[in-house]
Nanobody
Framework: QVQLVASGGGSVQAGGSLRLSCAAS????????MGWFRQAPGKEREAVAA????????YYVDSVKGRFTISQDNAKNTLYLQMNNLKPEDTAMYYC??????????????????WGQGTQVTVSS
């Protein structure tokens, strides 16, 4: 089991930037698909981005490609999500997530093993 603590959310205007962090502890961090999901009120939880802890291969949902960057610092067991050129439609609660093994189903929240608490991102127009 991995314990995840997310931070870095906030309120920004459209076009602004935020960086989310997620500190992981507990089980061995070396073979996980680490990701970010988000959920807006009244909408389903959706995958935003993922990265594998061994290969560092990254995955993004189309709506954030070119604007968001997922990265990791394995020495610190910390996951990041740099969000640039934010849009009002990015407003949501953001959750970091850990899935043991590969990123084959990184986009599907049902396969996530461990969740962090959410951090709110609000983008105003």
């Amino acid at each position: 089991q991995v314990q995840l603590v997310a931070s870095g959310g906030g309120s920004v205007q459209a076009g602004g930037s935020l960086r989310l962090s997620c500190a992981a502890s507990g089980s061995t961090y070396s073979n996980y698909c680490m990701g970010w999901f988000r959920q807006a009120p009244g909408k389903e939880r959706e995958a935003v981005a993922a990265i594998h802890t061994r290969s560092s291969t990254t995955y993004y949902v189309d709506s954030v490609k070119g604007r968001f960057t997922i990265s990791q610092d394995n020495a610190k067991n910390t996951l990041y999500l740099q969000m640039n050129n934010l849009k009002p439609e990015d407003t949501a609660m953001y959750y970091c997530a850990a899935t043991a093994g590969t990123c084959t189903r990184w986009y599907n929240w049902q396969f996530v093993n461990d969740w962090g608490q959410g951090t709110q991102v609000t983008v105003s127009s």
